[in-house]
């Protein structure tokens, strides 16, 4: 059996790219840390700060809804406020909801479900029945984006936390870079500069692969839904998520490797696009580097489709 490197007792994992083996408890510690350290990069929180925790339901951002109570539980008042959006697939979110909602209640955190029909005024379900060529993924992560931007300003929230990990960010780093997208690959989170109407993220997972994730709240016995979203087979991201894979089978350090080349060439590239301003966008008033946002030409494109109507491929 192999043994902790720390303590001697058994080691329930071991660190590759860190050559190291650890017990449950050094485990914990070791990404309780990792954790800490982020945040503290990433951001100052104030004592009389509110901040937004989304919450889906899932081992990331219910590690998350954990983390915060642990390290700002006791800040008298910091304002926590987690909130799991509902997209609108049928029997989908009902079981996260109760899981997120029980364990918010359970760690005395303010919990809110809020829906797409709400605030976009269409349900996820609704698009997959009429688009054929956009993926569901598409729609999902750019209006989920938007909704809690709006959501968290409606309330006057100073920042926005995710469940964002390693293994996202390393994704949508290749991703954006795979397609030459340098504006988007400039805006993904943390952001530490304040934008007007823009509420910045933090991801504290940023360093913790998803690997280490799951075994955390397992060891922790954190609650938390596993069943994947019907459409998440669809994600293009599963590509960019089997390539980084593979090759961490042979470089165990490699999404580490592209996270910290992203921060070394970020300010580099900052400098460069700084005219780079963010406009209202003239519809809905969001922030976009555009005249339209996302969202928005999203929406249009949803109604010309809805006008015709045609069968789903995913359904
Ligand atoms: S898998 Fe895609 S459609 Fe499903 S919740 Fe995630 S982003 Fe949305
Ligand atoms: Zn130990
Ligand atoms: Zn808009």
């Not at 690959?185 to 692969?209: C, D, E, N, Q």
Request: hydrophobic residues 35%.
């Amino acid at each position: 059996m192999m043994k902790c490197d720390k303590c001697g007792k058994d080691a329930v994992t071991f660190i590759r790219y860190a050559g190291i083996a650890l017990c449950k408890e050094h485990f914990l510690q070791f990404i309780d840390r990792k954790i800490k350290r982020e945040f503290r990069e990433q951001v100052r929180f104030k004592k009389d700060d509110r901040v937004v925790i989304a919450v889906s339901g899932g081992k990331d951002s219910m590690l998350v809804l954990h983390e915060m109570h642990r390290i700002f539980g006791n800040w008298k008042n910091f304002e926590m406020v987690a909130v799991t959006v509902d997209e609108g697939v049928a029997n989908e979110r009902e079981h996260a909801i109760k899981i997120a909602s029980e364990y918010s209640k359970k760690l005395g955190i303010e919990y809110r479900v809020i829906h797409f029909s709400d605030f976009i005024g269409v349900r996820l379900e609704d698009v997959v029945s009429k688009d054929h060529e956009i993926k569901p993924c598409t729609y999902c992560g750019v209006w989920r984006r938007k909704v809690l931007n709006e959501f968290a300003r409606s309330i006057n929230a100073n920042y926005l936390v995710l469940g964002t990990n390693l293994d996202d960010v390393a994704q949508s780093i290749i991703m954006n870079v795979s397609r030459g997208d340098t504006a988007r690959l400039l805006r993904l989170a943390p952001h530490k500069k304040i934008r007007k109407s823009f509420i910045p993220r933090i991801i504290p997972l940023r360093r913790v692969l998803e690997k280490e994730v799951k075994l955390y709240v397992t060891l922790a016995e954190i609650p938390h839904y596993s069943k994947r979203c019907p459409y998440a087979i669809h994600d293009i991201r599963n590509k960019y998520r089997e390539f980084l894979n593979d090759l961490e089978k042979t470089d165990p350090s490699v999404k580490f490797a592209v996270v910290n080349f992203y921060d070394e060439i970020k300010p580099l590239l900052e400098k460069e696009y700084s005219h780079m301003e963010m406009n209202a966008c003239k519809i809905c008033g969001e922030p976009t580097p555009g005249t339209v946002c996302k969202s928005c030409q999203l929406l249009e494109r949803y109604r010309t489709l809805a006008l015709k109507n045609t069968e789903s491929r995913y359904s």
